[in-house]
């Protein structure tokens, strides 16, 4: 079993920066491909970014060279640090773990977030 806490939502105007992190706990958290995806209302859950076990990481092309997602082993917390954000970023945020790289690639995950608000203003 994995929990995930996400943080640090908000709003922002456009061209700003927000920072989400996600607080893991359990035993298999560090086997385990961490994501972020996004929903927005309307619009079906989408990929954002991925951290694997070897820190690979790998990003959505809407997002790329603007996001960066990174780990804390020690502190079994995922970031997400998003710069130069667009309107069209506003959505919620959720942090996802899963064994499978490519089910995260899909937004699919064995576990999931509450979610954080993310709102960009134009």
């Known amino acids: 079993q994995v929990r995930l806490v996400e943080s640090g939502g908000g709003l922002v105007q456009a061209g700003g920066s927000l920072s989400l992190s996600c607080a893991a706990s359990g035993r298999t958290y560090s086997t385990y491909v961490m994501g972020w995806f996004r929903q927005a209302p309307g619009k079906e859950r989408e990929f954002v970014a991925a951290i694997t076990w070897g820190a690979s990481r790998y990003y959505a092309d809407s997002v790329k060279g603007r996001f960066t997602i990174s780990k804390d082993n020690a502190k079994n917390t995922v970031y997400l640090l998003m710069n130069s954000l667009k309107p069209e970023d506003t959505a919620v945020y959720y942090c996802?773990?899963?064994?499978?790289?490519?089910?995260?690639?899909?937004?699919?995950?064995?576990?999931r977030g509450q979610g954080t608000q993310v709102t960009v203003s134009s």
């Open positions: 996802a773990a899963e064994p499978r790289l490519d089910r995260v690639l899909a937004a699919q995950a064995d576990y």
